[in-house]
């Protein structure tokens, strides 16, 4: 085989050269505002939210993560969730007595001063489920809050003569109440799912035996017993046992991983069949469970733009109307007179300027994709997460750990001047600390090394190239083409497709190894069915050769390629993308936490595979996936669009009927009975739409 210097790899992209204006692509990682919760964070999160308003989604995230080192420093405290509290048995059962009795009345022949009194008896005690909110929100300063509209509105269509509709309207009030507080705490429930994975106490080995402590006082080094059944208290390693850890519960899916001595194992996790020692390796309050639970915990305060949009709307509907409302009940009646048509107009206009439900529902929407996807193992770090990724037209693959497992293999050796053994060994020893998947091919296909005939030192790493060590006073190379090209070295060319890895020992070629990674089982399953649900364009990014990224792509039908990218140039292929995509759309990026953080910050919604333990992913990406099926991705993709459609139901649906039982209140085309209908209905058309989401 004959020595070629290479020719120089035409890869570099017309797109890559332009330079990148938008600040937006600086950005910095770091959503871990999003998992460290506090008092703090709330006034960077409503500002955030206030941002978004006006520049979207990305200026929202930059602001987060401004806030996000102020928050880091302040202690965490975990905010178990709660239950919302179930009223009380007593108060329950007082909007049944009111309707039996509002029945009952009719049936009562009464005249003249007894009819008013008979009615107020159901009436005050309808009236006893909104009257402590009313006055509540009314002392809190929020003298807009359905409660006290619901009771005004109840008490102008009492004084005007119609009783039973002022007992109806507030009968059917504390319908939609209770109705809208069983799907919250339906939801609530599902986070309560979420938070059952924290251990409730850690067995310390001690000299005299174990002792059952809090999981938030071991220290780092402690050895700990975990027993065949039990969860695994906090981040370790094992010392000790061989077994078998499922993590379903923090991952959604039984994956049962056989454990021996020296392998990782994450809080949250269930040790399955024998007694394990563990080296904790962390404190509890940076372990896996830890982290996750206040992951979902704080998601649902960070609204979408859909819901934001919501409250804005309401913020200017309700003065407009409830002004209205003062000028056809009371100002007009003053010198038009006829009091009692004009107090019930205003009566039904206060009915149309409740909020329905909270914001239209689309909060509950959303908090149920969240609850839904977290229950597979996908934790999203706020409703615009799953905004964002409903929004997405544009889908962007990094190759190595998404599209293909992330496992290499060596194939083929072709030293040159020295064995196949020999060669393997040298490239195996320069990468003994290295944590790219193709180091770990290359060691495994080495066998063990004897540390004491080589040792590598003066390692250095060359991100989406290779490495650099000293083995012995000898400088090694192993790596792809542009690597040795960087150092000036000769290489051969493969004279096979593939991932070649060269060697060289002090500018001296050595030969290449062969290394290949396997396709996802159901990758190609997975892009077709995001192609069915509304993505437009599959964009590949890798820093592999194009002769095994090309096969790759057409086989899965992407629709763009870019191949042999070191990963600054992958940031600048996600930097163009993003400045050339439609504005309402958005972009996604699929990385695996560990190596992509930086592009993975760069696009509207990073999503990461594999993030069990990466600490990476958890700090980078916007979206979590702690397994590496990748059909998760158009799972959640589906959901998020569902609830994305719901939203906009719900927001048209509910504005809709609002402005409708405005208009034909103001100008006195309804009954005050009819309006009440209409509202109930419409709050149970907007809770029920969420019911569809599963
Ligand atoms: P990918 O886009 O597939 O994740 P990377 O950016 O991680 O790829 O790496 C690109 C290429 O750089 C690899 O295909 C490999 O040829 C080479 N490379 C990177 N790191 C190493 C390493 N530690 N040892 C040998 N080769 C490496
Ligand atoms: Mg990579």
Known sequence: MGKHLAPKPKHELNFIKKK???????????????????????????????????????????????????ARRSVPRIRVPETLPSLGRFSRYVPVIAALLLIGIHFVPLEGWMVPAAYAIPGLLAIMDHAADAYEGVRGGRYINNAFLSCLSSVLLFSTGLYTVAVVLLLLSSLSNLFEKHLLDKCAGAQNRISSILPKYATLITESGTDNIDPADVNPGDILLVAAGERIPIDGIVVDGISTIDTAAVSGQRSPWAVNVGYKVYSGCRNLTSDIKIKASRPYQQSTAWKLVRLADAAPDFASEQGSSASRFMLYYQ????????????????????????????????????????????????RKALSLTADFGVFSKGQDCIEAIAKAETIIFDKTGTITEGRYAVTDVYPVKMSEKQLLTIAAAAESFSRHPVAAAIREAAGIIDDRVIRAAKLRDYPGRGISALLGNRQVYVGNAALLEEHGIKYQIPSRPGTAIHVSVDSRYCGYILVTDKVRRRAFDALETLRVNGIKKLVLLTGDVFSVARPIASRLNFDMLRAELKPEE???????????????????????????????????????????????????????????????????????????????????????????LALLGMFGWISPLAAVILSFMSCVALLGNSLRIK
């Open 570 to 660: 992958k940031a600048k292929a996600v930097n163009y993308l993003m400045k050339n995509k439609g504005a309402r759309s958005t972009i996604a990026f699929v990385g695996e936490g560990e190596n992509s953080g930086r592009i993975i910050s760069g696009a509207d919604v990073g999503i990461a595979m594999g993030s069990l333990g990466s600490d990476a992913a958890l700090a980078s990406a916007d979206v979590l996936i702690m397994d590496r099926d990748i059909f998760k991705i158009p799972r959640t993709l589906t959901i998020s669009r569902l609830v994305y459609r719901a939203a906009w139901e719900n927001f048209a649906v509910g504005a809709g009927i609002n402005i409708l």
């Open 20 to 70: 990148p204006t938008h600040a937006s692509g600086q950005t910095k990682p770091v959503h871990a505002l999003r998992t460290e919760k506090t008092a703090d964070t709330k006034d960077v999160r409503k500002s955030a939210g206030r941002e978004r308003v006006k520049r979207g989604f990305r200026a929202a995230k930059a602001k987060r993560n401004a806030g996000s080192e102020e």
């Open 319 to 366: 003065p407009v109307v409830l002004g209205l409302a003062l000028v056809f009940g009371v100002v007009l009646p003053i010198f038009r007179g006829g009091w009692a048509p004009h107090l019930q107009r205003a009566a039904v206009m206060l009915v149309a300027a409740r909020a329905v439900t909270d914001c239209f529902s689309i909060p509950l929407l959303y």
